[in-house]
C-alpha cells in the first residue's frame, strides 16, 4: 500500500520542488524579447551603459558573484570564449553581483585571474534587477546584434560550455564546428 501525501502539504513541497531547481521559467527577460538599457561601472572605473553597445557586438552577459562555485567553474570557459569569438564579435560582460562589502575580492579576483572579458560592478543591483530577478549564478542572457534576446541558461555544470559557444556560433552567423555537428 502505498502512503499518500496529505492535501495540505501538497502547495508546500510544490514551493520547496521550486526553490530547489524544479521545473521553472528562467529569470528575467525571455528569449525574443529586447534586452532593457542600463549604465554601471566595469573593474577599471569606466561606465558601461548596454545601449552604446547593442547592434554592434554579441553580447553575454554572465551573472555571477565571488561567493559561487560554479561561476568559479565556469569563469575559465568563458574566458576561452572570449578569446576564440573576439574578432567575430563577441563580448562578454560579467555582471557582478556582489555587494559593496565584497567589492574588493572581485577586483582582487579580476587582477590575478586575468580575465579576458569585461566584468560589470552591479553594486545597486540595477542590472540584477533588470535580467536576473531571483539571482540565479551563474546566469547567462545571450544578447544577439540586434538587441534580441537569443538564449538564456541558468546554473553550470561540466558540459554546459559545449551548449553555450553553439549558441554564440549560431548568433554570430557562424557554421557549427565538427564537434557540435
Known amino acids: 500500500m502505498r502512503a499518500r501525501t496529505p492535501r495540505s502539504l501538497v502547495p ?21 524579447s529586447s534586452v532593457p538599457d542600463f549604465a554601471v561601472d566595469d573593474t577599471a572605473g569606466n561606465e558601461f551603459r548596454m545601449a552604446e553597445h547593442v547592434g554592434n557586438s554579441v553580447l553575454l552577459l554572465n551573472f555571477w558573484a565571488t561567493s559561487c562555485e560554479p561561476c568559479r567553474l565556469e569563469m575559465p570557459h568563458l574566458h576561452r570564449l572570449q578569446q576564440s569569438y573576439r574578432d567575430n564579435g563577441l563580448r562578454i560582460l560579467a555582471v557582478s553581483m556582489d555587494g559593496p562589502e565584497s ?15 569585461t566584468v560589470l560592478l552591479d553594486v545597486d543591483s540595477e542590472v540584477t534587477r533588470l535580467y536576473n530577478p531571483r539571482r540565479a ?22 558540459g554546459d560550455e559545449v551548449e553555450l559557444e553553439r549558441r554564440i556560433r549560431d548568433a554570430l552567423g557562424l557554421e557549427a564546428t565538427p564537434s557540435q555537428s
Open 103 to 117: 567589492m574588493a575580492e572581485v577586483r582582487s579576483r579580476v587582477s590575478r585571474y586575468d580575465f579576458s572579458f
Open 137 to 158: 549564478a551563474p546566469f547567462n542572457v545571450l544578447v544577439d546584434r540586434s538587441g534580441t534576446i537569443a538564449w538564456t541558461h541558468e546554473g553550470y555544470s561540466a
Open 12 to 32: 508546500l513541497i510544490a514551493a520547496w520542488l521550486l526553490s530547489c531547481g524544479g521545473p521553472q521559467a528562467a529569470p528575467g527577460p525571455r528569449g525574443g
